[in-house]
């Protein structure tokens, strides 16, 4: 029986994926564990083993094409094996996993089956893969069909008819009308432009981040630091690094260890808000914020608490790399309970970054800058000065306690050699 090649479930947060190419051409050999196809989630770009060894064949997704997690994009047929289509032909919908739930609270049609309604606005809408392909070409809405399905899944039935249906019933969206009514205007003020297309990832970042500002209280507290102990203690902690060639730290490496540090110092700063409780992490996982082509991603430095400045150091070095590869695994960025953001590299001298939920803070790092400060006998000294400015979800994290974190983080920025001997004024375990 040949081996059924279906969309897999990579990412917690994924409910369909994008077929980006195949390796493999239908027809041609593959063995069990070579890389048959690529796809792009929201977050990243991976590969996909082929389950079985045999001859490709009846591949039914194409690349570009949007595949729910579990739908049938193609068969293996071991050798010998005779290559027929498989239940009639690859073009099936994929099998319901359970029986429609008889819901007494929706109406039923004359022949007894249950009515589903088109979904209501902001509603996700539930189609088979093939359905949504064909929908795709033949320009049909499915928030405007009523699917007749299992559980009001919208099949290819379902878009054939609304297909054929003379005046369309397919109501733009609002993406649609705003986009519509932005080009009207550029039109009318004869504005040249391109409209480049959103890929999921633009669209995930712009949905995550929406959400976050829209339901997530920020507010905002800042601080200087001095720079000038850290630069110092990085130079140092290099040179030693050279003469035995095992690579150097930089001072975001230092600044995520003492975010950790901080976060086992003030541990209820170290936590999520849950609806209706407060989820507190025992480990301090920092989200660093790495560009990558279309987007940005934001790989998670596990129990960095843990760890030392160097192995910090080589972990983000290897996250980046392959965040900026698309070759992330999905445990790979999630799971984070802090993140940072540095963009003092391009200059920018403060910022407030958007808070990346689940998380219920981001220490937004600008550009350290040479300036005069007062000396303890009043005279000016120069300095090298470093702002931040740090978000916090105001549901888990009050004014107090972020403030609390971020004097205890500047603490340790202004007292390297803390972070080396990983010494905060929490509990002795950081667990306070």
Known sequence: MPTEVIMPKVDMDMDAGTIAAWHVQEGEQVEKGAALFDIETDKAAMEVESPASGALHYVSAQ????????????????????VEPPENGSQQEPAETSAPKQDS??????????????????????????????????????SSIAGSGPRGRITRKDVEAAAATPVSTAAPTDADRQADASRARLDALGI???????????????????????????????????????????????????????GKISINDLLVKASALALCAVPKANASWAGDEILRYRDANVSVAVSVDGGLMTPVVRQAQTKSILAISREIADLAERAKKGKLASHDYQGGSFSISNLGMFGVKAFSAIINPPESMILAVGKANRQFVEADDGSPVAATILSVRLSCDHRVVDGVLGAQWLSEWQRLV???????????????????
Request: glycine fraction near 10%; aromatic fraction near 6%; charge should be neutral.
């Open 63 to 82: 690349p570009g094409d949007i595949v729910q997690i579990g739908g049938r994009v193609a068969w293996i047929f071991a050798e010998g094996e005779a």
């Open 105 to 142: 609270g929706i109406p039923a049609t004359p022949n007894g089956a249950p009515k589903h309604l088109p979904a209501a606005a902001g509603e996700k809408t539930h189609a088979t893969p093939l359905a949504r392909r064909m929908a795709r070409t033949s320009g049909v809405d499915l």
């Open 192 to 246: 040249v432009y391109d409209a480049v297309g959103v890929d999921r990832m633009r669209a995930r970042i712009a949905e995550r981040l929406t959400t976050s500002k829209a339901t997530v209280p920020h507010f905002y507290l800042e601080a200087d630091c001095r720079l000038d102990k850290l630069l110092a203690f990085r130079k140092e902690v290099n040179e030693a690094l050279a003469a035995s060639d095992s």
């Open 414 to 432: 202004e007292n390297p050699f803390l972070l080396a001997l990983g010494e905060t004024q929490g509990s002795p375990d950081g667990r306070a």
